[in-house]
């Protein structure tokens, strides 16, 4: 034990003698307010019965370095991620009184931010709608529901008794676990979670205390993804996730050496509806550069938040992608365009294989980022052309390049006119760019039926580096 600990155990009534009253409290207070998450009722006991300043920081000392990730560094990462996440809570969702958060700052201080978090209206009578928020983690699987009862932006936890709420505008520093099955409250969240709320929240929680460490997002890696929206069958969506990651930026183990990433997809609908993709492990080879994958999901029109996981399974690091999916209808029979998607290779299929758009080979290139001089490739469909009396369609197709955020085209294409056999085509694009400056620029192309008159234009950002 060091020196000054042994001092401070041995001699403390010596080393607090010149303590102004009132001095100890304050701060025993105010640590408590800090680590009140993370505490134990032994821990508040043996933290409350401190008698000087110097006792406290011993105390202090103790309890961290107990809890120090690697000792043998100069930094406590525990520690560190601590304090980041108080003040995060402090700034982000705020409260009044002692500890200057609420439930949520509680539940981000405890297990990090969550991995989805979802907001709704909910109706409790005819007159009143609290505001009602549900937080998701993946690893481990669990989720904290919280309201704001009053609409005064204080949450608390979803199903307390409202006069509890009114406990942390007053000060509460340990509102607990408040979960209820009141009846006059239907929980709009119920299909949610896969796991039993009840039993698994208590484990994973614990869990979740348990294996506290240095958010793993903090030194993410490097990924790049997109959605892109095909039409497809009976009235569905064809949506399409590409994404990449860089070798480098990978570990690689065993005998030839192989990367190894965990891909985990998960959705939520709108109306609460949660579907998730059997996880998948997806290999690279050195050799490899990349990491590129496509995986797709057939989806019922609506807004969908997405959440996609990519994990190396070697080094423990993952990157995370969230984003609102707005999936709009493709009317059979109507004139549409699909989204416009980069590529980073389009060559004629000659065998079956992976990215296979009709009869081309067409890589995802979800980084749009093209070297200098480099062509720019890109990919869309086309639904709802008009037919002649031989069944064959006849449209035209423009693109140009705008800089990012401007309107004056910087390259413009001539226009190209077409014929195919049936309602829909598959269309690719390739455009030189040899004369183009390195930047930021927008990719715009429009179609225009020939036979119906309709026409649409899609628009998307790339960079030449």
């Known amino acids: ?20 009253p009132g001095t100890l409290e304050a701060r025993r207070s105010a640590e408590l307010d800090d680590l009140g998450p993370i505490l134990t009722e032994s821990l508040r006991d ?47 969702y705020p409260a009044p009184a002692p500890p200057y958060y609420d439930e949520r700052g509680r539940a981000h201080i405890l297990f990090g931010p969550p991995d989805e978090v979802l907001e709704r209206d909910v109706s409790v009578d005819s007159f009143y709608h609290p505001r009602r928020l549900a937080w998701i983690w993946r690893e481990p699987d669990m989720m904290e529901e919280f309201w704001d009862f009053d609409l005064d932006g204080i949450y608390a ?12 505008r007053q000060g509460s520093r340990n509102l607990g676990s408040m979960h209820s099955d009141s009846p006059f409250f239907s929980d709009p969240f119920d299909d949610l979670s896969a796991i039993d709320r009840k039993g698994a929240l208590a484990e994973s929680r614990e869990r979740g ?21 095909y039409r497809g069958e009976e009235g569905r969506v064809r949506v399409e996730i590409p994404w990449q990651l860089i070798g480098e930026d990978l570990s690689f183990a065993g005998e030839p050496p192989l990367a190894e990433v965990r891909e985990r997809l998960i959705l939520i609908s709108a109306e609460g509806r949660l579907l998730e993709r059997e996880p998948r492990i997806l290999r690279m080879p050195v050799a490899a550069g990349e990491l590129v994958a496509l995986p797709t999901l057939s989806l019922d029109p609506g807004d969908w938040n997405l959440v996609l996981r990519l994990e190396d399974r070697a080094a423990g690091r993952n990157v995370s992608y969230e984003t609102l999916v707005q999936v709009r209808e ?77 309107a004056e085209a910087v390259r413009a294409d001539l226009a190209s006119e077409h014929r195919e056999h049936g309602e829909q085509a598959i ?19 429009e179609v225009a039926d020939l036979l119906s008159g309709a026409s649409a234009s899609r628009r998307k950002t790339f960079r030449l580096d």
């Open 427 to 445: 269309f690719t694009l390739t455009i030189g760019s040899r004369d183009l400056a390195r930047g930021d620029y927008q990719l715009e192309v």
């Open 209 to 229: 205390i348990g294996r506290y460490r240095e958010d793993a997002r903090s030194v993410p890696l490097t990924g790049w993804f997109e959605v892109n929206r």
């Open 157 to 168: 936890l979803a199903g307390a008794d409202p006069a509890a709420t009114n406990m942390a």
């Open 46 to 92: 043996s933290l409350l019965a401190t008698e000087s300043l110097w006792e406290l920081e011993a105390w202090l000392e103790t309890f961290w370095a107990a809890r120090d990730l690697s000792p043998e560094t100069p930094r406590n990462e525990r520690r560190d991620e601590h304090t980041r996440r108080l003040a995060f809570a402090r700034k982000n």
């Open 330 to 406: 493709f009317p059979e029979g109507a004139f549409a365009l699909s989204d416009l998607a980069f590529s980073s290779s389009i060559e004629e299929r000659t065998l079956p294989g992976r990215f296979v758009k009709g009869d081309w080979k067409v890589d995802p290139n979800p980084r749009a980022l093209f070297r200098d001089r480099e062509s720019i490739r890109a990919f869309f469909e086309i639904y709802g052309l008009a037919l002649d009396a031989e069944g064959r369609s006849r449209y035209r197709v423009r693109s140009r390049i705008l800089p990012a955020g401007g």
């Open 1 to 20: 034990m060091p020196l000054k600990w042994m001092l401070c155990f041995a001699f403390p009534a010596i080393l607090s003698a010149g303590e102004a």
